[in-house]
Each structure stands twice: as structure tokens, then as C-alpha cells.
């Protein structure tokens, strides 16, 4: 069996099984959906992160775009929510075309800057200025598209979509030349590879992801304000749960969203009252005594992980 | 207007270099991300709240209580975090999640122990009514402040340039695997740079009732955001660097707010992404990485 | 050792959630689900209104319950209130858990309008009512959506009514000509804003508006602001913002030595004892605000008058850490409508619910003033007349009612002092 197959067939296929079937018998189909945009946003921070090496710390600029793409193109142009998720991704990439340069830094210097143009973007839709085309701070509301178990199946494909995708980075020529340029970027160039263009593209494929799963959240959630879709919380969640599991795998960002996304909401109905206590002290506890993720502890133990 | 926005900025900005100073100390010498930097700021206000409200402690005799306080903290809380986050493979990166733990850790606790609500210290401690300068009128607590600013930089200078610690802690900035290898206790040195980093968040978080109205325990973050900002601009990694990148953030928020208002909250982070790109290096920094 | 916790931790988090399914039989309890913030952007707000509803919940259940008339007896009710930490998606997630797994009789939004807003779709894809404390976005609320109303506050867009009709009626005579709008932007004072420019235009007065800005909320520092209002000359500032942005204009205003003849603010009335704290006495007199619940005496005919409810809450928070104010009569507020609703109530069905909490409009007289609601189950009737702060002669502070004419208790003090 070709690995690449093994790989799907280990990951992808059951993810996106349990996801298309457990509404079926849980009723909470929100947490449900909330799982599913996390385990596409992480798999999205996983392109950028796990096989490039810079740190999306304003992620979320790409989701909300793709929101607002979506909610705008509904609002002004009424387009049916299928063609108007396309509109949102689109909005996501013109932004990662226009955030391009940034790639230019590296380390922290990426990581701030590119948190920076999340909040500007924020700011720049929030604006009273423009309200008119935006609907600024009194936000979105979206109650004639509003179809929640359309959206959930739509979220579920574009998670499939991108588990694929990382299956195809984890297997291809194309993700091994990305980590190349991520481990040294000059060698890289000098062994043949077009380093920015690589980098762009992979980039700008993270872009889409979030722009798609975006858009969607948008149509499932259809009442929202500017700073639920730009909530700084999105991006670094997607990169706690990424990191969690292990980055430059499939199987990494899977594994962290369940059980980290999965303690987050038990705390949250068991114990609330120290809540954000004890989600502190698992971060900072995975930082330190995991700092390459759950992953490591199988390869420690000789396991292959896709 | 023009005059008043001038003037109030640099006012206004010097504050904001005391509340950036800290976090460019803390990554010029170990080149980590304190996200829980703005967390630090809001314990030291307050403490500064708590100490006058029992007690009736002026803020600057705060101040220095809270120095000497903090600086303590931080030894423990450096050797308990950082070494460990070294071993790690890409630690730069690692700091900035490390940190948010902890920053998330710092707002649960503050808000279990003083609540959620917004909280002050009367404006009158430091005398009621205005001081004049050049002709214009400005709150007598952001002269405070801003003096206070002017004294911790000052330290920060003494400190770094005129005594023996200094030079080794400059040592290791430039370089630390080689301050390792020529038998500096890079480790004592940055734990001592930490401690003092978080210090100087603290002080100019005694001040903050003064320069922000009131404080309350998830501040942290536009803080952070602002910190930033302001040592983008001056110069990332180089702590001097930091008046003058509090001065510039300061006169262009006070233009903004006088020319385009709603528009005001959009220049830090324009202004700290156009300096990344066209000056990695900040304002006044040297030539340094651009990937 | 990390495998066997990783084992523990599955194990933990599948026990909650299937744990949480249990069928509804003989109501042995009345369930009321809701969210707080208990830390993050919103807590502030967040916090008293949830604890001025607990006051409630826990007066009742020392009392054997509330009279639910489909049962014709007192029933306990179970409190049931989930952290959002004042995060949008969590709280989401947290009202569907308390609508399809802990099936609550009654669903009680979080306070302020971001944390309500995800709550409106989801009450509504459930055919639950979704009590809304005090989320006033005016987008709420909609002919087509029978599934939310509105308890405490009035919604946004009426609330300044008074303060722009006595700018407009009574403020020529005084000689206010000229008016300053500064605005926080966001939903709940731009609409403000919006609505005070509305009936200022609609009213065809001899007053301009000389200034109108809005700056973002998360503005801390107005010293500059306040000159340049100051350069427009206006004879009234009207200021609207959330409390953290009044204790800063109001501290910036009194440190400056700017004095304006006429401001009005928000907050000193809603949160009064918090902006006493924080801004200080001397910064709040002669300033223009609304006197809400919780300073004016309204006659309650049903439920705890103010000096009661004050002196209750003082004993059971006595740590302090949550202030007193408005909000706190608006999570009470909220109950007592329930308390009612329950009692008129045909049935536990959603919409008989809706159909007993309309049917106290306009007749429920509480703490909070006569409840009333629009047919889109927007609150109408708690508008909150204008009043000023001026010195009580013994070092504190008292509110002078100022309009509308027929609840004047004073004369406004034009120019302030």
C-alpha cells in the first residue's frame, strides 16, 4: 500500500466519518461544528507553521475575512451561500497576496507583524467610516441564509479537503523542498528550489483554508459582530491545539484539537469557575515538557505517524 | 490644536516607553515574546490600588516597593520557565504560546482575587489641577508619569552601560552562545534582566490608573499590543531604542485622535508593520536579520 | 505516566458529555440555564448582572421555590451557568449545551450585546425563548423571530429619547446652541449616538450639532480629544461610552481643567458607586446622566424596593469584588419578570412563556421601572429619565431629576459650576 494511502486512510478517513456521522447521535451539533473549524483551522496553521516555519500569530485576519467576504457578498450582492463562500476565500486570499511581503521577516518579527495586520483588518471593518458597506460595529446579520445543516456538511468537506491536503504535503516533493526551506532556507535555494515561490504558495494556501472555514462559521453563526470573527482567541487556539499534537503531521493537529479543544469545553461544563486557570497551566505545561507535541512520544517509541 | 496634540504626545509617549521598555529588555536579552508582559503591568496597578486603598501608599512610593518586589519574582519565575524553554528546538517561537499560558494563568488569578470590575486611585494624589508647559495644559499625573519614565531609563542606562552586570548582560544580548562559551553565567544575568523587566512593566503599571483611567485584570492584552508597537518602532532588542519609539507612537496617537479619530486605533498596528518592512531594525537599531 | 493520562483524560471528557443525557420526567426543578464572563473583555459588565439574577434564584429557593402554575405548586429551581470568559465561539458552543444537553426550561442570555448576539440564532433554531438581560443591538430583535425578549434595559435606539429632548425643548431657552457628540464605537453607543443625531434632526430646534467623533473603545486617553472638543466651543458635550471609557473622559476632563457648561455621560448613574470610586466625587458633580433603577426610587409593586435590594446584595457579596450599580438590578430584574411569567404562565412551552412574559407588559412595576415590551419583544418601558449629579451639601452626591418635566424632582444647573 502506497503511503500516501495508508495516511488517508488512517487520518482522514476517520476524522471526516466521525464528523459526518456523530450528529447524528449527539444533539450539540455547535460543539460539533466548533470541533470541525478547529480541526481545519489547525490544519491550516500546520501548512504555514508545521512545514514552512513562520508562526501565523494573526491567523484569524484570513478567517474573518473569509467571514466578511461571505456576509457582505450575501448582504449587498445576494448570492446564494455556496457561491458567496467563494467570494470569502477569495477576500482571504487577496489578503494573504496583499500580506505577502511580511514573509520577508522572520521569527517573532513575523509572528508580530502578521498579529499586527490582523488587528489593522479588524479595525479597518470595524470602522464607523464605513459602515455603509460593512455594517461596522453593529455587525452581521444573516437570518435569510441561515441553514445550519447545510453548513455543517459544507464544513465537513472542507475539512476533508484540507486533511488531504496535508496528506499531500506530508507525502509530496512539494511539502519535503517546504521543510527544507524551513530547516535552512539558503541551502534550499541553492539545492534548486524556487524558495519564494514555494513559501508564497503555501502561504497562500493557509489563507484559503481559514478564508473557506471562515465563511462558513459565518453562515452557521449568521448573527455575529466584527470582533467574534476576529477574536485573537481563534488564531492562537489553532496554534496551541497544532502544536499540541505536533506539527508536519497529519495526525498532530487531529490529535490536539480532540483531547485540548476536548478538556477546553469538559472544564468549561464541569468546573467553570477555574476555567481559565487551569487552560493556562496545561498551555504553559505542554510548552515545557512537550515542546514538540504529543507525536514525539510515539516516535519516541518507535511508532511511524502519518 | 496642533501645538496641544505635539506636546501632549510627547508627554503622553514618554508614558508609553516605560510601559514598552520591559518587554524590549526581556527580548533583547533572551529573545522571548512575554505575552504575560502586559499581565505584569496590571498586577503592579493593582498593587498599587490595593497598597493605597489599605495603607494609603503614595504611587510612587509604590513604585519603588513594587521594584524591588517584582525584580524578586522574577528571579524564580526565569530559572522555573526559561531554561527549560531553551532546550526546545525553536524556542523564539515556543515563548510567545509559553507565555500566553502564562498570561492566562496571571488574568484567572487577578480576577478570582480582586473581580472583575474597573478600578482607580483618586487623580488628587498627585494635587488637583493642571501643570503648564510651553503655554499648554496637561494633566499633572502624566508629568508624573512621564518623569517616572525618565527615571527608569535612566536606570536602564546606568545599568546597562556604566556597571559591570551591564556589560555582560550586553554581552550575551549580542551574542549568547558565545557569552556561554567565554564562562559568562548567562543564565544569572538573564535571570537578573528578566526580573528587572518585569519590574519596569509593574512600575508603569502604578502609574497606569493615572495614564488609562482605571485598570482591571484582563487589560493585558491591548497593553501587549501597544508594547509592541512602541518597540517595533524604536528598535526591537535594544531597550534605548524604546523613547524613541514611545515618543513617536505618542505624537502620532495624539494626531490621529485630532485629525481622524475613529481612525486612531488603526496606527499601531500600521505603524509597527510599515517600520517591520521597511526598517526591520527599527528606528534607531543597527543592521540586523531581514530573512 | 503522559499515555495514562492521555487515557484519563479521554475518559473524563466522553463521561461529561454523556453523562449530561438525561430525560425530563416529573419536574422535581425548574431549570434556568445561563452564561456569565467571569474574566475577559465583558466581565465587568458581565458579572453583577449575574449575580444580581443569583440574588434572585437563591431568595426564591430559600423559600421552597417559584410558584410555576402549570404545576400549581413551588418548585426549586436550578441555577444552571456556564464560564464563556467572554469569548463569542465558547459561548455559543455553551448555550447549545445548555438547550440539547442539559434541556433547560428557560434560557437566559449572558449581559451585553456581543456575548447575546450568537445566542439569538441558536434560541431561535431551537424554538427556545431566549430571555436577553441586557444585549439592546437593535438587530436583535425582528417581527419574524417570536424566540427572544428583552428584560432590563431599554433598547439602544430609544434610550438617549430624553437627553436629546431636553436639549432640543428646554436647552434653547437656557442658551445651548451648539452640541458636541463624542461616541464610543461600538454597537451599543453608536446606536446612541445615531438615535440622539435622529431626534435632534427630527425635532427642527435652533441647535447645531458642532462636533460629532466617534473614537474606538478601546480609547483610554481623551486629554486631547476633550481640547479639541473644547476648540469647537460647544455649549453641551454629550458622551457616550462604556464605563471604562467614562472613568477615563471624566478623570482626563477634571485633571485638564477643561470645564464643560453642560456634559452628560453614561455611566455616573448606571454605575454609580463604581465611578465614585474610580473618578472621585469632585469628578461627577453637576454632570449630566441617566438616573437609572438603581438611584431613583421607583414604587415596586412587586419585588424588593432599592434600598432592600442594596442592603441584600451587600450582605450576600460581601467581598466586595463585584460593584453595585445598574446591572445588578438588571440580572435581578430579570428574575422577577421570570418569577411573574411562571406565575401566568398556561404552560412550560416556549411561546405560552412568551405569551405571559407579554402579557406583563406595561403592568409590571419593579425596581427597575414599568416593564414593557414592542411587539418584536424589544424593552420599551424602562427609559431612563435625565437627571444631575449635584452636591448633597454633606460631601457625597445626589441626582436631581431634570426630564422629563412631569418626573422633575430640580432645576438643572446651567451653566455647571
Known sequence: MPRWLRHTLLTVVPVVAAAGLLPFGYSNQLLLFNFVVFLTLAQGVNVIYGFTGYLPFGYVGFFGAGAYGFSLSVLHLHMAPLAALGVGAAAAILLGLLLTPLLRLSGAYFAIANLAASLAVYQVVSNPNLTEITKGH???????????????????VILAATLGLTVYLRNSRFGLSLQAIRDDAISAGMAGIDVVRARTLAWLLSALIAGLIGGVFAWYVSVFYPETVFSSEFSIFAIVFALFGGVATVTGPILGVIILYGVYNAIGISTPQYFQLIYGLLIMGLVLFLPSGLVSLFKRWGIDVP | MLEYALIAGLVFGLYFCLVGLGLNLVFGVMRIVNLAHGDFLMLGAFGAFWLFNLVGLNPVGTAFLVFAVFTALGLPLYYLLVPRLQRAKDPEMLSIILFFGLSQVIEALATIVFGPSERSIPGRVFGTGPVHILGQSLPAAWVVSAIASGVAVLFIYVYLYRTRLGYLTRAVMVHREEALATGIDVDRVSAIAFGIGLALAAIAGVFAPFMLGSVNPSMGVDINIQSFAVIVVGSLGNPLGTILGGIVYGISLTFMQTYFSSWANLLPYVLLIFILLVRPSGLLGREVRSA | MIRKLTVALFVAFFAVFTGAARAAGAPAEIKIGTLYAASGAFAAISMPVHQGLKLWVDQKNAEGGVFVKPYNKKIPIKLIAYDDQSNTATAATLYNQLITQDKVDILVADSGSPLTSVAVPIAREH????????????????????????????????WPKYVADFLTQDGPKLGIKRIAILYATNDFTGTQANAVRGFIKAAKAPVEIVYDQGVPTTTTSYTVIINNIRAANPDAVITLGFPNNDISYLRNLQDSGVKFKWQFNIYPGLETEGLKKTVGVKGLEYIFTYVPSSVIEYKPEFGMSLPQFRDAWHKKYTDDKVEFGFNSVAGYTTGLVLENALKATESMDQLALRKAIFGLSGKLKTIDGTFELDETGAQIGEITPLGQIVPDGKGGLKFVVVYPHEAASGKPVYPAK
Open chain 1, 138 to 156: 453593529y455587525g452581521i446579520s444573516l437570518s435569510g441564509v441561515f441553514n445550519p445543516t447545510l453548513a455543517y456538511s459544507v464544513a465537513v
Open chain 3, 127 to 158: 424554538k427556545m425563548l431566549l430571555i436577553d438581560q441586557t444585549g439592546t443591538g437593535a438587530a436583535f430583535f425582528s417581527k419574524d423571530n417570536p424566540y427572544i425578549v428583552l428584560m432590563a434595559d431599554p433598547v439602544s435606539s430609544i
